[in-house]
Nanobody, 129 residues
């Protein structure tokens, strides 16, 4: 079982920056996907960025490319999401997620939420205009 706890959400204005952190504990898996997802009110949960722990290859949704960066500290078991040049459309609850190695690198982002087994409780990000 993997336990994930997010932190770092908050409020900012258009053009601002925030950094989210996700601390993992329990039985994490090598060669697996970890990712950030978000869900805005009235919308489906969507993938934002993911990383394949086997080689640290990263993947981004088109809507955040060039503005968000996913990274991890392997020794501390922390996943980060650096968010720059934020827009009101980025307002959502952001979730950290992990899976047990079934997806492979090619599925880290394309699998979407159904591909992930383990979820944090989420952290709110609000961007005002």
């Amino acid at each position: 079982q993997v336990r994930l706890v997010e932190s770092g959400g908050g409020s900012t204005q258009t053009g601002g920056s925030l950094r989210l952190s996700c601390t993992a504990s329990g039985d994490t898996y090598d060669n697996s996907c970890m990712g950030w997802f978000r869900q805005a009110p009235g919308k489906d949960r969507e993938g934002v960025a993911s990383i394949y722990t086997g080689n640290d290859r990263v993947f981004y949704a088109d809507s955040v490319k060039g503005r968000f960066a996913i990274s991890r500290d392997k020794s501390k078991r922390i996943l980060y999401l650096q968010m720059d040049n934020l827009e009101p459309e980025d307002t959502a609850i952001y979730y950290c997620a992990a899976e047990d190695g079934f997806l492979g690198a090619s599925g880290c982002l394309t699998a979407g939420p159904p591909g992930y087994n383990f979820w944090g409780r989420g952290t709110q990000v609000t961007v005002s205009s």
